[in-house]
C-alpha cells in the first residue's frame, strides 16, 4: 500500500513540529494536540499568531493553557485564547482513543 503524501505545506509542516517538540511534555501535549487539530485548516493569518505563541516559554505557555495562571492582558491573543479554551478540556492533551468521556 503506498504512503499516503503529507497534504501540510513546509511552513504548516515545520510548526507542527515545533508545537509537538516543546521541551516539556505537558507543553508538548497540550500545544502539539491543539496544532495537530487545527494546523490544515489555519488562515496565513492563523499560522502567523501560532508562531507568535510558539514564541512564548513552554513553563508560561504551560502554565496558561491548563489554567494555573491566568493569561497577561499584554500576552492575550486570539489564538492564545483559542487554546486555551480547547486546553481546558478533559484530557485535552491525550489522542482520542485514551480519552475518558
Not at 53 to 67: H, R, T
Given at each position: 500500500?503506498?504512503?499516503?503524501?503529507d497534504?501540510?505545506?513546509?511552513?504548516?509542516?515545520?510548526l507542527?513540529?515545533?508545537?509537538?517538540?516543546?521541551?516539556?511534555?505537558?507543553?508538548?501535549?497540550?500545544i502539539?494536540?491543539?496544532?495537530?487539530?487545527?494546523?490544515?485548516?489555519?488562515?496565513?493569518?492563523?499560522?502567523?499568531?501560532?508562531?507568535?505563541?510558539?514564541?512564548?516559554?513552554d513553563v508560561?505557555?504551560?502554565?496558561?493553557?491548563?489554567?494555573?495562571?491566568?493569561?497577561?492582558?499584554?500576552?492575550?491573543?486570539?489564538?492564545?485564547?483559542?487554546?486555551?479554551?480547547e486546553?481546558?478540556?478533559?484530557?485535552?492533551?491525550?489522542?482520542?482513543?485514551?480519552?475518558?468521556?
Amino acid at each position: 500500500m503506498p504512503d499516503t503524501p503529507d497534504p501540510l505545506d513546509p511552513r504548516r509542516r515545520r510548526l507542527l513540529f515545533r508545537a509537538r517538540h516543546r521541551g516539556t511534555r505537558e507543553a508538548d501535549l497540550m500545544i502539539g494536540a491543539f496544532t495537530e487539530r487545527h494546523i490544515a485548516g489555519f488562515t496565513a493569518a492563523e499560522l502567523e499568531e501560532l508562531e507568535a505563541v510558539l514564541e512564548f516559554p513552554d513553563v508560561d505557555l504551560a502554565d496558561w493553557l491548563s489554567g494555573r495562571r491566568p493569561i497577561p492582558a499584554e500576552c492575550r491573543t486570539p489564538m492564545l485564547d483559542r487554546m486555551a479554551v480547547e486546553c481546558a478540556a478533559p484530557g485535552a492533551g491525550l489522542p482520542e482513543s485514551l480519552r475518558r468521556g
